[in-house]
DNA sequence: ATCCAGCAGAGTG
DNA sequence: CACTCTGCTGGAT
């Protein structure tokens, strides 16, 4: 997607965070409460909070109170994201930010485009390490054998997103 | 439906 | 380091 997008390993936030702190709060959606956490201004952490809390590497830090939120149009909206992650899930996560609304992918496809088929579940292992839901777009890869797949915030919300942005699952009865 | 190959990452010692 | 376990898989049986 045209976000503007940073990449950071883990050990580069912390060297980060001795200069800066996180802002962040949460928000209601469409699919319930989202928290979020941003850091120089870039989102660098979103989260279904109704399914699962924040990952701990992050809700752990300490953070001041901000005023923010997001609406089902923003997620096809440039905006300033921060990935925190191995080279590997850096990779992964930009293929994911490749996929237009409205288009899945499978598994292998991320796999095939980073040059080895093989990887398929080590993608998969990546996209659910994924910080950022909804606006890297994971929920738009799909296993090969068909039907909605893993997620890791509850297939149930994969499954509401799809369907908003116009597809309909295989299985879905 | 079941089994297994293959790969990245986290945890353990 | 070396080893083990797990995970939003895929393919064969």
């Known amino acids: 997607m045209i976000h503007q997008v940073i990449l950071l390993t883990p050990h580069e936030l912390k060297e980060k965070l001795k200069a800066s702190s996180f802002e962040g709060g949460v928000f209601s959606s469409a699919y319930g409460s989202l928290a979020f956490r941003k850091l120089d201004c870039s989102i660098c952490a979103l989260a279904f909070t109704d399914q699962k809390p924040l990952d701990q590497w992050i809700y752990d830090l300490p953070y001041r109170e901000s005023f923010f939120s997001l609406q089902k149009e923003d997620l096809n909206r440039p905006q300033k994201l921060m990935l925190v992650g191995t080279p590997f ?56 054998s068909g039907g909605i797949g893993n997620y890791h915030w509850g297939s149930e919300i994969k499954e509401k997103l799809l369907k908003d942005e116009g597809y309909v699952s295989k299985t879905n009865t």
């Open 89 to 144: 899930q850096h990779q992964v996560w930009q293929q994911l930010l490749k996929i237009p609304f409205g288009v899945v992918k499978h598994y292998k496809d991320i796999a095939v485009s980073l040059g080895d088929p093989k990887k398929c579940r080590a993608v998969g292992s990546a996209i659910g390490a994924n910080p950022i839901s909804w606006l890297v777009p994971c929920h738009r890869v799909l296993p090969k």
